[in-house]
């Protein structure tokens, strides 16, 4: 009896914690509606959505529509995710949605929740970029792969917002104030400095350089020597002459050149615009037409 009781029990609490979680890797993430990919381009799509959602531990959404129901693509591709409940750790939790919008033609990046931290607006306008020719060319399944390589890449090189932090409390993107970015600032400059990255950059560099003036060096002593400058000279010719200068004034200019106060987000993390969606979740997100 107690057997056949915790053999019913196990199952239970695995579909609690799930729907606790918020996350399934039954869920369909691949939402094909304006037709754009064969039957095993969306199985291929949600088995990578699959792995690649363990890894950062964000939910991830590949969408495709030819009708925006008369809304803009940043509303639509917000509004989607709001009304399925995307996230990973909860219902309408932390995720990041690629959408290829035919009706308004236009592909769209959202970051919801915590994913802001993670996909600030400059690396979102990355991975635009290197979405932008197979758009172009009319190639989704490749931007649909692109998108998801790009997401991985990002999502795993340890930069985050430095201006702000989502809070799940409150379900907000909360800014740092100005003193904060600075100092969050300096110190992403810092860890790029003294990166393994970034010593083997420049100790490279400076091999380079000392290798360049060595071989200079050796360059000069096995040429062949000029001749002396007497050579040159005629005969009595080097005899000094007395002279005298006389200093009449000066004039000194003075310019004050303004100090540079690190303005900017240094580090790469750099900024996240983030807002508050009509079904009330935080969310950013950059569109680029095509």
């Known amino acids: 009896?107690?057997?056949r009781y915790m053999a019913g029990l196990i199952p239970a609490l695995a579909a609690s914690l799930l729907l606790l979680c918020g996350y399934s890797s039954l869920d369909e993430k691949v939402f094909d509606e304006a037709d754009l990919l064969t039957d095993a381009e969306e199985q291929e799509l949600q088995e990578e959505i699959v792995d690649?959602?363990?890894?950062?531990s964000l939910d991830v959404v590949?969408?495709?529509?030819?009708?925006?129901?008369?809304?803009?693509?940043?509303?639509?591709?917000?509004?989607?995710?709001?009304?399925?409940?995307f996230g990973y750790e909860k219902e309408n939790g932390s995720g990041i949605l690629f959408l290829i919008d035919m009706d308004n033609r236009q592909y769209y990046i959202d970051a919801a929740a915590a994913a802001q931290e993670i996909y600030t607006d400059m690396e979102q306008e990355d991975i635009l970029d290197e979405l932008e020719d197979d758009m172009v060319e009319g190639d989704y399944y490749s931007a649909c792969r692109n998108f998801l390589r790009c997401a991985q890449s990002y999502g795993t090189n340890d930069e985050v917002a430095l201006d702000g932090y989502y809070d799940e409390a409150t379900d907000t993107f909360v800014?740092?104030?100005?003193k904060e970015q600075q100092a969050n600032e300096r110190a992403a400059r810092l860890r790029k400095v003294f990166s393994l990255g970034g010593i083997l950059k420049r100790l490279g560099i400076s091999l380079v350089i000392g290798a360049a003036g060595v071989g200079l060096m050796i360059f000069s002593v096995r040429s062949r020597r000029s001749p002396g400058g007497r050579v040159y000279l005629k005969p009595g010719s080097d005899r000094i002459l007395a002279r005298r200068d006389h200093h009449t004034n000066t004039t000194v200019t003075?310019?004050?050149i303004p100090k540079n106060n690190g303005g900017g987000h240094g580090g790469g993390g750099g900024h996240t615009s983030s807002h508050t969606s009509s079904g009330g979740h935080s969310h950013s997100g950059s569109g680029r037409g095509f």
């Open 1 to 3: 009896m107690k057997r």
């Open 52 to 56: 690649l959602a363990e890894k950062l």
């Open 62 to 85: 590949i969408v495709t529509t030819d009708d925006a129901r008369g809304m803009d693509t940043d509303s639509y591709a917000e509004d989607f995710y709001d009304r399925h409940g």
């Open 175 to 178: 800014e740092y104030s100005r």
């Open 254 to 256: 003075t310019r004050h």
